[in-house]
């Protein structure tokens, strides 16, 4: 099972999907609806820091799946198939 983030309520992987969420919402937001310059400025380097948060979640939870229950391991398919 996955690990509780110390001082919250959730699991790492809950909370790492969170923010994957949160930063792809901001990205559409500024694309959609227009950005600062200040924003704008940053934007290409949120996105490339998010695709990186993407492939590296996906890493961890494939990595650790070795460890996982079959319930687990049904999880993780479902929550990966609307992520990718």
């Keep these: 099972?996955?690990?509780?983030?110390?001082?919250?309520?959730?699991?790492?992987?809950?909370?790492?999907?969170?923010?994957?969420?949160?930063?792809?919402?901001?990205i559409t937001d500024k694309t959609k609806n227009g950005a600062s310059?200040?924003?704008l400025a940053i934007l290409p380097e949120i996105a490339k820091a998010t695709a990186s948060l993407?492939?590296?979640s996906k890493k961890l939870v494939f990595i650790s799946v070795t460890d996982c229950s079959v319930k687990d391991f049904v999880h993780l398919t479902k929550f990966f198939s609307c992520t990718s």
């Design 37 to 39: 310059s200040e924003e």
């Design 1 to 26: 099972m996955a690990e509780q983030v110390p001082g919250t309520s959730g699991s790492y992987t809950e909370k790492t999907q969170d923010t994957i969420n949160a930063l792809c919402d901001w």
């Design 54 to 56: 993407i492939t590296a």
